[in-house]
């Protein structure tokens, strides 16, 4: 089959065109606004989770405790006295890239199997820890009582989520631009070359752990961001934001978009969080087979989900800047 080739001009247009409808969908679905806004945090946090993965070759299956560590910590802020919605995305970016840089020296020496043991272990335990320190956190009834300031000192959240989707919107282009660029970058390059052969990077001379250690940390980062818009969008955070339960979803969410392609978790979460709401409107008894069954057939057909699939009809190129 002759595949369809698309010139840079008309990449540019297609991403233009995706953004801009994901944008309309204000107008176009005002019902709908709260999913939307789902939608659009889990694709960047798919979007995180496929820097450490699709990019760095890193594997991890406990990013959940970073996304739970940045909805707790600007939960926590706005519960004692500061809602201010900026301020929570900064304090939830530094401490979950803080956090997922310390965990880093003992992920990136691993093996593979030893990572999927020590991300599994980090998840268990912080939800643990969540758990007991219910006092503070809620514990299983969640982190309630969050006031979350007017966005800029003006636009409240209202019951209708129009303000938590424009602003949950903006955030995501803004986090997707910044790790595009990063992505774009000689750093980025440096990656994808150590995901395809790190002896070579090796031995011309790249600080490969160092630069894995950067990777992982800078994607546990911007899945703190994504906690945290869905805790000031929703104000409140539940504990399954940090459970395996979470990272096995995103995980999902990732492959059925496609790993190691830049608009993977974003479509991945569409897809996936619209069928799931259909299938539990449809068959509220049995909607998880349904689920499962379309899952199945989409990874079985696409052989690297919808992005993959989408690349062998369409030759796509990206540009390095």
């Not at 595949?3 to 995706?18: D, G, I, M, P, V």
């Not at 929703?234 to 995103?250: D, K």
């Not at 190691?260 to 619209?274: H, K, Q």
């Not at 689920?291 to 079985?300: D, K, N, P, Y």
């Amino acid at each position: 089959m002759k595949r369809l080739a698309l010139s840079s001009a008309q990449l540019r247009a297609a991403e233009l065109a995706f953004w801009l409808l994901l944008g309309s969908s204000f107008f176009l679905a005002p019902d709908h606004l709260t999913l939307l806004s789902q939608i659009l945090i889990f694709g960047l946090f798919a979007v995180s989770l496929d820097m450490a993965l699709g990019y760095a070759g890193i594997l991890t299956v406990g990013h959940a405790a970073f996304f739970g560590a940045g909805a707790y910590a600007a939960g926590l802020l706005a519960r004692h006295g500061w809602g201010e919605p900026f301020t929570g995305l900064l304090t939830a970016l530094a401490v979950a890239g803080t956090l997922g840089y310390v965990l880093s020296y003992m992920v990136v020496r691993g093996a593979d199997l030893t990572r999927l043991m020590i991300t599994i272990g980090v998840c268990v335990l912080l939800y643990e820890l969540v758990n007991r320190l219910s006092g503070i956190t809620g514990g299983t009834d969640g982190l309630q009582g969050m006031t979350v300031w007017p966005v800029a000192g003006l636009f409240e959240f209202d019951l209708f989520g129009k303000t938590a989707f424009v602003y949950a919107y903006a955030m995501v282009l803004l986090m997707f631009l910044l790790v595009r660029r990063v992505l774009r970058s000689p750093f980025g390059l440096a990656l994808r070359g150590i995901h395809d052969n790190r002896r070579r990077m090796l031995a011309i001379g790249s600080p490969v752990e160092s630069r894995l250690r950067m990777a992982y940390a800078f994607s546990a980062a911007i899945a703190g961001v994504a906690g945290a818009l869905l805790a000031q969008t929703t104000q409140f955070v539940g504990i399954e934001s940090i459970s395996f339960n979470r990272s096995a979803e995103i995980l999902i969410i990732l492959v059925l978009g496609g790993t190691g392609r830049l608009y993977g978790g974003l479509i991945g979460a569409i897809v996936y969080m619209l069928v799931h709401d259909g299938f539990a409107d449809l068959n509220p008894e049995y909607w998880m087979f349904w689920l499962g069954l379309f899952l199945i057939t989409v990874v079985m057909v696409g052989r690297g989900g919808i992005m993959g699939l989408l690349s062998r009809l369409v030759r796509i190129k990206e540009p390095t800047r």
